[in-house]
């Protein structure tokens, strides 16, 4: 029982270091593009305007595009977060520029008519070394239906890790044919982190855990 304990409060308080540092060490961001409105390019919209100070500019043609059955232009449904999506309607210009960097990982839903690829650079505007490809397929409206409408309902996670500091990506070659959301800069799986339990929370779960461990290794000894 006492050696059990021990390894126990060990383990505990290996789970909460690791935990509270690698999950904390970088902050993700999550742009889902609520609020970029319908048919407006998102430009910087995230680079200090309305959608906040989070040093991620776009392109001129990025633009926000919000469901046709909440008022908008866009041929969509069950977007994973409603009513807004990003889309290209052409293909020059189509990077995503963060100027501070990013690391870790990049990852988003997409919705596609056509088979395409989006890279990652260490460089701004596409430029440099490609730190990850990923590859979309043609999905858009497989097993799935309209909110009511909308042809793009069928929505694919993806998303890669690479090492370096990436600086900027570039959706060109999917204009016209892919929708995405919940653009997810700093970790391989997109989504929203309110559905991710608060780092903080479980490292101070842990800390807990393991000091009762500690705590009754203790009173046994
Ligand atoms: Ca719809
Ligand atoms: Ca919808
Ligand atoms: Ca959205």
Redesign the pocket.
């Known amino acids: 029982m006492y050696k059990f304990m021990t390894r126990f409060a060990r383990l505990g308080l290996f789970a909460a270091l690791s935990l509270g540092t690698s999950m904390l060490a970088h902050a993700d961001i999550v742009l889902t593009f609520e609020g970029v409105g319908d048919a407006i390019a998102i430009e910087n919209y995230y680079n200090g305007g309305a959608g906040g100070n989070l040093g991620v500019a776009f392109g001129s043609n990025a633009l926000g595009v919000i469901?046709?059955?909440?008022g908008g232009i866009?041929n969509?449904?069950n977007e994973p977060s409603a009513n807004t999506v990003m889309f290209f309607l052409s293909g020059s210009n189509a990077y995503m520029n963060v100027a501070s960097g990013f690391t870790n990982g990049f990852s988003f839903f997409y919705s596609s008519a056509s088979a395409a690829s989006v890279n990652v650079y260490d460089g701004l505007d596409g430029t440099g070394n490609v730190l990850a490809t990923l590859n979309l397929a043609n999905q858009y409206n497989l097993n799935c239906s309209?909110?009511?409408?909308?042809q793009f309902c069928n929505w694919t996670p993806v998303g890669v890790t690479f090492t370096g500091t990436a600086k900027s990506v570039g959706f060109g070659g999917t204009a016209n044919y892919v929708a995405f959301d919940d653009v997810t800069i700093g970790n391989s799986i997109p989504g929203n982190p309110v559905m991710v339990p608060e780092p903080s929370a479980i490292a101070i779960a842990g800390f807990g855990f393991a000091l009762a461990c500690f705590g009754s290794k203790r009173r046994k000894a």
């Open positions: 469901d046709s059955d909440a866009g969509i449904a309209g909110d009511p409408n909308g």
